[in-house]
């Protein structure tokens, strides 16, 4: 039998954190993070990958090595999948799983399941995607935010509208209360006040609303046009006010600078993190297709980004 599933859609930096550990707090929600290997290999046309080259890319994933989920060999990609699933889930419980990009390919694998549209205002997105070391300025940082929502765009065309809820990070900062009952009521379950536990359990403090409209204080006026050069049109149908500067033409030589320091931002970034030598091991064999030796590098690499995570 194939379980249900609450899919929590939302662009990295949007509050999925946050989400989780309030869904996961829920006596009758299990939210165990993210899942996006569950859909990343699936093509946008719905074909799915072979299931030899879906174990190996497997075996190099972190997240999915996190989860310390058992692959049964015999199963078809989808049969794993729903396998997954399973496993996933406990009695009496929905289960709620984090998805960060590639939304519209749910529907191939999973055409039952609920969907909670986690929106934030790209402005705030694109400045803490710097702080990950993603991007080197806003102007490039903005680019997985458009991603995501142009993804939900295109979900949001396969699936009823009762299949899905409306959920802004800024909302839930400044009235999470009243949010995670309307949160509940969509999911079907009773809300509870132990969502808001999570704050004895992890590194993450009360809603806190001097995370909302950081970017008015935290950008400079040419970032925030940067942002919204790009972004203007998205933002205006998510309910985004925009800022009132003026949006600018980037000509040839500062996109070309953008370009430039956005590139050397992440390679400063990469080699402070995995220093030196792990840096261009990986990128050499990466170049050179060593596939053991890459295998070698990136199983390196995804110990050191497991001491990152909050």
């Known amino acids: 039998m194939k379980r249900k599933v609450v899919f929590i859609c939302g662009a990295l930096r949007s509050g999925s954190s946050l989400t989780h550990l ?41 997240i999915f090595q996190s989860k310390q989920l058992s692959v049964d060999p015999l199963l078809s990609y989808a049969d794993l999948t729903q396998s997954f699933i399973e496993q996933l889930s406990q009695p009496n419980s929905v289960l709620a799983l984090n998805i960060h ?3 519209d390919r749910i529907p191939f ?51 009823l509208p009762e299949q899905y809820f409306e959920l802004k990070f ?38 806190d609303p001097s995370l909302v409209r950081q970017w008015k204080t935290k950008l400079t006026i040419r970032e925030v046009q940067y942002v919204e050069s790009k972004a203007q049109k998205l933002m205006s149908e998510l309910g985004y006010d925009a800022s ?23 390679m400063k970034f990469a080699i402070k993190r995995y220093g030196f030598s792990l840096y261009c091991k990986e990128r050499i064999s990466r170049f050179l297709k060593l596939e053991s030796l890459n295998n070698q590098a990136r199983l390196m690499i995804n110990k050191v980004d497991q001491q990152y995570l909050k």
Request: proline content about 6%; glycine content about 6%; aromatic content about 14%.
């Open 109 to 159: 694998l999973c055409p039952d399941a609920k969907f909670i549209h986690l929106i934030r205002d790209p402005r705030d997105v694109a400045k803490s995607s710097i702080g990950m070391g993603w991007a080197g300025n806003v102007y490039y940082g903005i680019d997985h935010w458009l991603d995501t929502e142009l993804a939900w765009k295109r979900l949001q065309a396969k699936i």
């Open 22 to 62: 309030m869904l996961d707090h829920h006596p009758e929600i299990k939210n165990p993070g993210e899942f996006d290997f569950l859909f990343d290999q699936v093509a946008d046309n719905g074909e799915l990958p072979r299931i030899d080259s879906y174990h190996q890319w497997l075996a190099l994933h972190r």
């Open 170 to 207: 800024e909302d839930l900062i400044l009235s999470p209360e009243t949010v995670l009952k309307e949160l509940c009521l969509f999911i079907a379950v009773p809300y509870s006040e132990k969502m808001f536990n999570y704050v004895d359990e992890s590194t993450y403090s009360q809603p």
């Open 244 to 266: 009132g500067y003026p949006l600018i033409f980037i000509g040839p030589i500062e996109r070309f600078w953008l370009k430039v320091s956005n590139k050397l931002f992440k």
């Open 101 to 103: 990009r590639g939304f």
